[in-house]
Structure formats: C-alpha cells, structure tokens
C-alpha cells in the first residue's frame, strides 16, 4: 500500500472549518483513500472514503487533487468533540478486501 | 444495527495465564480484522480473517498468538502463557469485503499484572 504524509498537529478554532491535509504521492491507480479518527482511546472511527472524485457526506468532505497525490479533509464546523487524532490511510483493493495500514496521523485541538 | 461489538471491554490476567478476546462483527459482515495499540503507540494490524480461514497474518506473533473466526459464532483472539508487555488495546474491525471500510468496535483493553 502506498505511504501517506501527514503533519503531526494541527489546532483549529472552534466553529471554524478544519482543513487536513494529506499527501500520497505514490499512490496507485487502485488504491481508495480513506480518513478515519481516533477520539482519546476509543475504537477508530470511519469518516469517508474515495478514489479520484471529491466526497461529502453527514461529518465531511474529502478533496482528491486530480493527480490523485495528495488530498485534504474537511470538518466544515470544527467542534471540542472533534479534537482527535485523524488517520489518513491509502489502501489497495482487492476482490475479497484488505486490511488498513495506520500511520501517525495528525493530532487535531479544536480551540474555544 | 449494532456496531462491532468486542468484550470483554477490560481483561486482568496475570502472567502466564490466558487472555481470550472475543468480536461480534457487525450484520452481514463476513471479513474481520484484528489491531493492537499499546500505551502511547499507533495501530498495528495483527491478523485478517474471514468465516473459517486466516487471510493475512503478517502482523501476528508467532508464538502465542492465535485468531479464529468459525462458522458460528464469534472472532476470537487468544493470547496464551500472557507478559507483561502483552498489556494493550485490542481492537477488532470487521467489513463485508471489496472496497467497504473498515467499522472498529470499542476494544478490550488487556493489563497484565
């Protein structure tokens, strides 16, 4: 699967959007993007996921450059409840399916 | 429907004992993947599994450690002859396979005395 390069923290005012930037440059013309976050210690959570169009759904939006090298996930309305860390994860597809490969990811403070 | 479900959500052994941890995948979910994250550290992938076969074990162990997920039942990680440095987060993930994400449930956390 391919790398992924993200900044390790980043603050954000609350009530302001949160832009997270990752980069992938040697991303591979199968592999999806997927963002998940982990809040303090509990389970990962899935936010969204695409392969070369730009997502949104209920908690964001994912950017995908058009040379698919890097891409940046936006909390339109950054909350103290978003303050997590946010992973940002290429993954190669496979008929049957294939497992995640977590990085550092970014550490994100949501301010007051 | 219910989210990954993994208990127990805390586990105390002492060493040398054995640890089992058990997932419940979410409905319609036939692929379950196990991770460790130990105090301080990321996410390690352990073992990839679907209904009666080990996909990918790339990340286990290789002494100790086993992973099961039978036709009936729950996933099931077991841990035997447990150390000190076994005490961790266990996660387990599970998906219905191709490019569906993975849906993580709250893990077990294990402290070895």
């Known amino acids: 699967d391919a790398k992924t390069t993200q900044p390790p923290s980043m603050d954000c005012a609350e009530g302001r959007a949160a832009n997270l930037p990752c980069n992938h440059s040697?991303?591979?013309?199968?592999?999806?993007v997927y963002w998940y976050r982990q809040i303090h210690s509990q389970g990962p959570q899935y936010i969204i996921h695409g392969l070369k169009n730009n997502e949104t759904n209920e908690m964001a939006s994912l950017i995908i450059t058009e040379d698919r090298k890097s891409s940046t996930l936006i909390l339109p309305h950054a909350t103290l409840r978003d303050t997590a860390v946010y992973y940002c994860i290429v993954r190669a597809q496979t008929a049957e399916g294939n497992k995640l490969v977590f990085g550092a990811g970014t550490i994100l403070r949501v301010k007051s | 429907n219910a989210g990954v479900m993994q208990n127990p959500r805390h586990l105390v052994r002492r060493r040398g004992q054995e640890a089992r941890l058990r997932c419940s995948p979410m409905?319609?979910?036939?692929?379950v993947y196990w991770y460790r994250q130990l105090p301080e550290e990321g996410l390690k992938f352990m073992v990839y599994?679907?209904?009666?076969?080990?996909?990918?074990e790339s990340g286990m162990p290789k002494e100790r450690f086993s992973a099961e997920f039978p036709k009936e039942g729950p996933s099931i990680l077991r841990i035997q002859q447990v150390v000190r440095g076994d005490s961790a987060a266990y996660f387990c993930?599970?998906?219905?396979?191709?490019?569906?994400?993975?849906?993580f449930g709250n893990g077990t956390r294990l402290t070895v005395t």
């Open positions: 993930a599970s998906s219905p396979g191709g490019n569906s994400p993975l849906h």
């Open positions: 599994l679907q209904k009666e076969n080990i996909i990918d």
């Open positions: 409905k319609g979910h036939s692929h």
């Open positions: 040697t991303i591979s013309g199968n592999e999806y």
